[in-house]
């Protein structure tokens, strides 16, 4: 079957890079200076040629298959200035990458369209949001590491993720950061990780070697979806010590692939035993490693990507009922 060209927009690097796994073209909208939203193929993520940089005035003037949506402004503004009524009325999606931010469990999501397809990036933010009318599908994340990359774990210390963790308020959570950091030796990378002590970005290429250094990765985060640096340690055969909220809490099962619970003591008191004994560490993180091979995989990914865009194109199954 032939490839489909799709046009989308520069959400989450790390995402995009992943997506282009799919057996399709991506036309992804770029602005000079690559402000957020249109990057294009900017910055050192190693791209892959099926991802196309298109500056956005030009997209009214190329022929697509289908309209892949990320965030609201792109629905609620870009399509309206940027594509013609014949792209507008293309197959579309909305990925929805985050939980509801508002209510938990009470807020309808913007699209509420049957003739839109909502993907949701874990069940858990399918169960939370409203969805409407549209119709919904999970597709869950697929990740993929250097296949030299082995946990070495040599440093007594644990290792945090995460962009931008001081400007991101309570949910991403800075501050139980801050407090484990005052007992247990931790890392912070990603970008802005200076404002709160931390290291740097590491590139995204050499992100999987940096962290296998580590004992294990620390999550703080409160209330967001699954975080794909998560599932990259985890297939690099870390341990995670996580909150055992949204879906993080059917992910890490407790003495298996690390430890996920709900008061920040517990957490410390488990990063505490994994900085003094290597052996349980290694062993965790083994658990870790099986459980994103067979949860997370880059070919499952792919496959549900390239099923969702033909099934929208009309070259598909049935849609999926909606929760």
Known sequence: MRRLKVLTWHTHGSYLHYLS?????????????????????????????????????LARHHEFDCILFQDDY????????????????????????????????????????????????????????????????VIE??????????????????LVVTNHLARRGRRMGPDLFLQARQTVPLDLVGMAAQELGGLDEIEHARLPAFMARYRFLFSPIRYSSLGLAVIEAMMAG????????????????????GYAATDLPTLVEHMQVLLGDPALARHLGEGAHRTARDRFSIGRFSSDWDAALRHVTGLGATRQEKI
């Open 238 to 257: 870390l341990p995670v010590v996580a909150f055992a909220t949204t879906e993080i809490a059917t992910v890490i099962e407790n003495g298996v692939s």
């Open 74 to 137: 792109q629905w609620e503004k870009d399509q309206y200035e940027l594509l013609t009524p014949a792209q507008r009325a293309l197959p579309r999606i909305y990925l929805e990458h985050d939980p509801p931010m508002a209510h938990p469990a009470n807020t309808r999501h913007p699209v509420d369209d049957p003739d839109v397809l909502l993907v949701h990036v874990t069940p858990f933010n399918a169960l939370m949001w409203d969805s409407g009318r549209s119709p919904v599908r």
């Open 21 to 57: 796994n799919a057996p399709h073209d991506f036309y992804v909208l770029s602005k000079p200076g690559c402000p957020p939203g249109y990057g294009g193929r900017c910055g050192s993520m190693p791209w892959r040629d099926n991802l196309i940089d298109l500056p956005a005035e």
């Open 141 to 158: 994340h697929g990740v993929t590491v250097p296949p030299e990359v082995y946990y070495g774990g040599e440093l007594a210390r644990g």
